[in-house]
């Protein structure tokens, strides 16, 4: 809001009266000159204020009046008032979509009470951390093995794939990040947390592929360190993330209410949770036990060697005689399809509370 029209309708200790008034930017209203209204009538009925007034529909410009014959955005906001002034309003006006004419005949105006702008941060946002992220780091945890023989670009899918879906969220992060700062022009003071540990998510997330870069060789001691780091701070951005979307459901400019919204995350990170759970529990069979332990064996007589191959996690496994057929990891695309399909509902369900703001 800034430069406007205003008509505040007050109810103070039983009684409502009107007034007329004007914001200059994000100031207080200044009240109008006496005399700007005239057929004043409020009440009171069923808990709903209701106000009636005149005004002429031309003023003189020295009162920094709206002309009502021309076309105007309508804003509807909503808030406290002690002792007759009023205080700041608790959640977003209702904008009208569309100008309308003051004066003209009666119509339906739909409105928002999120811009545009606000709208595509959130939705930029749960579309990096809701699909992108969650892809890429199942595909680094489970999706080594599934390949083994496909190349991309000489460098093995899952990791082709991993680091280009990183790469698409952090740029997702980095321009959903600046929307707020340039819808509120600067810094918000009424926006709690969540901007504090957006910067911190963001931070994190441009740190993950810097220390990518650092990442030592295949087997190399430090490897399995830089491993267990690795992964660590993506768990903990995600756990952040998952803070940071609910604390922004709950900003005054995208305020998402009722349980549908709450439900639909808290249902999203029990279903990415449910997804690796499955996904873990299913490399453990004996099977895949056997590969651990050759694995493993292979890696502690290699110790010294500190060869880097660059793309590849994957050390060389013992060769023993099996002539079993290579496992076709029909589980771990299934799981990959179904999760997706869940991914595309609770996106869907959150983009649609966000539309309706």
């Not at 093995?145 to 991309?152: G, K, M, T």
């Not at 901007?195 to 963001?202: D, F, M, Q």
Request: hydrophobic share 45%; aromatic share 10%.
């Amino acid at each position: 809001m800034g430069n406007d029209d205003v008509y505040l309708c007050i109810q103070d200790q039983g009684r409502v009266h009107i007034q007329a008034a004007s914001v200059s930017g994000r100031t207080r209203p200044e009240p109008a000159p006496e005399g700007t209204l005239r057929d004043q009538v409020g009440g009171v009925a069923d808990g709903v204020i209701q106000c009636r007034f005149r005004r002429d529909v031309r003023l003189p410009q020295t009162d920094q009046r709206f002309d009502l014959d021309q076309s105007y955005f309508l804003f509807l906001a909503d808030g406290r008032a002690e002792n007759g002034s009023t205080m700041r309003h608790h959640r977003q006006p209702l904008i009208s979509s569309v100008r309308a004419l003051v004066v003209g005949p009666p119509v339906d105006l739909s409105g928002s009470r999120s811009p545009l702008i606000i709208k595509l941060h959130g939705v930029m946002m749960l579309a990096a951390w809701m699909w992108v992220v969650s892809t890429g780091v199942l595909f680094a945890r489970h999706f080594r093995h599934v390949w083994p023989d496909v190349l991309l670009r000489g460098v093995k899918v899952w990791f082709q794939v991993h680091r280009g879906l990183m790469l698409l969220a952090l740029s997702l992060i980095s321009v959903a990040f600046t929307l707020p700062f340039l819808y509120r022009g600067g810094w918000s003071k009424h926006a709690g947390y969540h901007p504090y540990l957006g910067c911190a998510v963001l931070g994190l997330c441009i740190m993950q592929p810097i220390i990518a870069l650092f990442r030592p060789a295949p087997l190399s001691p430090r490897r399995r360190l830089f491993n267990l780091f690795h992964r660590s701070l993506g768990t903990w951005l995600q756990m952040q993330a998952g803070v940071c979307l609910y604390l922004g459901f709950r900003q005054q400019a995208l305020l998402l209410r009722g349980p549908q919204a709450t439900g639909a995350l808290v249902g999203w990170g029990l279903w990415i949770l449910l997804a690796d759970l499955g996904l873990h529990f299913h490399s453990i069979s004996p099977a895949r036990a056997n590969r651990v332990v050759q694995h493993m064996a292979t890696w502690f007589s290699s110790a010294g060697n500190t060869g880097n191959t660059g793309d590849n996690d994957d050390l060389p496994l013992v060769t023993l005689e099996d002539p079993s057929p290579p496992p076709a990891y029909v589980f771990e695309k299934t799981l990959m399809l179904v999760l997706q399909l869940g991914n595309i509902l609770f996106f869907g369900v959150l983009v649609n509370a966000v539309a309706k703001v």
